[in-house]
């Protein structure tokens, strides 16, 4: 028998010759059963009379299918398979504020943005898994179906998404299979290094009529997308980038395409909306995690905590702007200031997305068009990685926080404070505040550390009692110091 790890792909191909007048229509599902569970999962036309079933198991042991459609060639099929154990983390899943996998174990998903990275020569998207590969505090990347033209990034794909060019123009009831078959692969090759598809499903940087597709066109896109991806564990599903700079849709289109996403993807991957002005309405029931882009020029991570009080769900914030030197005011900020706030972030409970515009001679800016990071805080977000791994998912303490200082951390275990742009040269931790009568830190003793998130070290102070919290830091910017709770001290 068949042998399919867990959270990998069964796939079955059929052929027929006697095909509707648009193949991509064709209805094709079929019933996957183990023990007395049942999950759809919907075929699609693959090109050349080919038809496509996948399916992603997701618990070991014997699985059967049968197949449903009005094509004869497609109906009536059936089989099994036997699902094994893996080492495969499974899909991931919002655990009350944070994020895991499947499994139960943590994710945490500090990003990059890298949108029209697929739409780019071998060589380049190479060259971008690479600069992945060894950027260790990437775990998530947004990325375009639909290919992007906007400032330095006017060239044209080599391959397009719908049958058709851009001189005689697409037939949008036609989608490219072979345009698929490269994004499955790149999703693919990102799953092998433990990196998570951020899938940008529509966007409006747009010259080639994909933005404004008619409803018939866009519900059947996305029915065609969802069936042949959701049989990937690592994908996640993003409406849209900047929702709101398509104005053709409105709120109830946006519901319909959630329906129909949540219809035709069994494995219920996580899905968000990303805006550019106001937000979506995040208490969405369909919506996972709120995916955000600052609304203020100067504030952004600053805001973390109240939008996830506010929504009581996780939150990514996908752009608070770019490291680099281009004109416009999001992507020419310093290094400091990008990780001064994934930081910022972090201790308010979110997880912050990177971004690098650096002008190019050739435009090949990673914002979009990916190939090598050449920025200075790629490695501060591998830092970042570090210490999220070493402290857990952290959400903000604002009983723990004093005006001028926010502390994230799990009450009782881990405190952790960060001083941003301030520089002191010592703090207490140990008074209750003299205005706010806010107790820093609880009664106890503390393995206590100071981390210089831009130099990258983290230096022991030693054990205290809260009494004796006095710590010296060396008046820089960009230091943290983070409390591990301990027994009490004989």
Known sequence: MTEIPCYGRFEQQFQSENLSANPFDTAFKAIFQKDNRKITAHGFYDGDNTFKLRFMPDSPGEWTYQTFSELPALNGHSGSFTCTKSDNHGVARVRGRHFAYADGTPLYPLGTTCYAWVHQPESLRRQTLESLKNTPGFKKIRMCVFPKHYDFNQNEPEIYPFSGNPKNGFDFTQPNPKFYALLEN????????????????????????????????????????????????????????????????????????????????????????????????????????????????????EHTNEWIDQYNKPATLDEIGYEGDIHWGWGNLT?????????????????????????????????????????????????????????????????????????????????????????????????????????NLPEGSYKVEIIDTWNMKITDCGVKRREELLVELPARQYMAVRFTRLTELN
Request: glycine share 8%; net charge negative.
């Open 186 to 301: 790149c999703i693919a090759e990102l799953g092998e290094i433990g990196v998570e598809a951020d899938i940008i499903l529509f966007h409006a940087y747009d010259c080639w009529g994909f933005s404004t597709m008619d409803e018939d066109d866009n519900h059947r896109y996305l029915r065609y997308i969802a069936a042949r991806l959701a049989a990937f564990p690592n994908v996640w599903w993003s409406l849209a980038n900047e929702y709101d700079l398509l104005p053709h849709l409105t709120e109830q289109s946006w519901e319909n395409f959630a329906k129909i996403l949540q219809e035709v993807d069994y494995s219920e991957h996580l899905m968000s909306i990303h805006n550019c002005r106001g937000f979506y309405n995040h208490s969405r029931p369909w919506i996972s995690h709120c995916s955000i882009q600052r609304q203020d020029v100067y504030k952004t991570a």
């Open 335 to 439: 290094a400091e200031e990008l990780v001064r706030r994934a930081w910022e972030c972090f201790v308010r409970g979110g997880y912050a997305g990177h971004g690098e515009t650096y002008t190019h001679p050739n435009d090949i800016l990673w914002w979009s068009k990916g190939g090598i990071l050449h920025g200075e805080s790629p490695k501060r977000w591998n830092f970042l990685m570090q210490i999220c791994e070493e402290s857990g998912g952290i959400d903000y303490l604002a009983e723990r926080s004093p005006w001028d200082v926010p502390v994230g951390g799990i009450e009782g275990k881990l405190y952790i404070a960060y001083f941003g742009f301030n520089r002191p040269k010592y703090r207490h931790f140990h008074n209750e505040h003299p205005y706010l009568g806010k107790s």
